[in-house]
């Protein structure tokens, strides 16, 4: 089966506002703030402004176990920005994430306040600060950075591009699911292959790296995200799932994955949180 209809570009992309998708609301071509609007600020130095997207989890993960390891000053308040609503264009949010996308942290402990956006930089930030989830040996701390960049760059093709032709387009366009099928399953097979010879994606240590990778492959392999798991034949990495498996079974990850959480199974929306205890 193809295409019903061919698009011939135009010599010039205009912009519509009622282009179509789920998320046709907003996104748009520019940057900046819509609105003015002060983020809430709590009472531990590290804030953060997120949701429980697969983005959003990766940062709530590391601060969980960061306080699983001891580490008190990673206390945090998380808010939750309701990404739907346009939150994330709002003026203080954007002053500590031009690019409007979430995460975002602000480290108030330090003088002036520290932002960072970007869940990988976020993530690198963190594990600096405390010194903890980084290989100190030169080699093995190389490749935690791999796999993590790695992350970085691989997912948009799982998101932003199977996740969306598959799951969010208005039309179900054969090219661009196969384009992006394929791609996501050489990817599973990379990590599939990888996970043959060692317990976590860099070796034998659990790091940021894994923290980064585990809730959008996890959840493909575990959780049916995009409910594509049929479709992709999951199951046939057996290597993906048990390192999956594995960290999903960490407490600190099942608190990190209940942070600024506002849909899914439990319907449950944690909008502001102060300390470890409050997700036990």
């Known amino acids: 089966m193809s295409d019903s209809s061919t698009y011939t570009p135009p010599k010039v992309w205009q912009w519509d506002a009622n282009m179509g998708g789920r998320f046709a609301g907003i996104n748009r071509p520019v940057a900046g703030p819509t609105h003015e609007k002060e983020l809430p600020v709590g009472k531990h130095p590290l804030q953060l402004y997120s949701l429980a997207t697969p983005n959003g989890i990766k940062v709530t993960i590391m601060l969980e176990e960061l ?3 001891g580490r008190q000053e990673a206390e945090y308040d998380a808010y939750f920005i309701n990404i739907l609503e346009g939150e994330q264009f709002g003026s203080g949010f954007v002053a500590v994430n031009p690019n409007s996308k979430i995460p975002a942290l602000l480290d108030r402990s330090t003088s002036p306040p520290t932002r960072v956006f970007e869940s990988g930089a976020i993530l690198l930030y963190l594990a600096e600060k405390f010194d903890a989830f980084l290989p ?22 799982l998101g932003g591009g199977f996740g969306h032709f598959y799951a969010y ?15 996501v399953k050489r990817q599973l097979d990379l990590l599939d292959r990888n996970l043959a010879e060692r317990e976590y994606l860099g070796g034998d240590e659990y790091t940021i790296a894994d923290m980064s990778t585990y809730p959008w492959y996890g959840g493909l392999v575990r959780e049916n995200l995009y409910q594509a798991a049929e479709f992709l034949d999951v199951k046939s990495y057996g290597n993906v799932a048990r390192w999956a498996d594995a960290i999903a079974a960490r ?30």
Not at 169 to 183: F, G, H, S, T, V
Request: a negative charge; aromatic letters at 12%; proline letters at 10%.
């Open 67 to 69: 306080l699983a390891i």
């Open 136 to 157: 100190r040996d030169p080699a093995a701390r190389a490749e935690c950075y791999s796999w993590l960049f790695w992350q970085m760059g691989a997912t948009p093709f």
């Open 169 to 183: 387009a208005p039309e179900k366009l054969e090219y661009p699911i196969n384009r992006y099928a394929m791609e």
């Open 251 to 280: 407490p600190a990850v099942q608190r990190g994955q209940r942070v600024n959480k506002a849909w899914g199974p439990e319907e449950l929306r944690v909008p502001e949180r102060h300390s470890a205890s409050d997700l036990d």
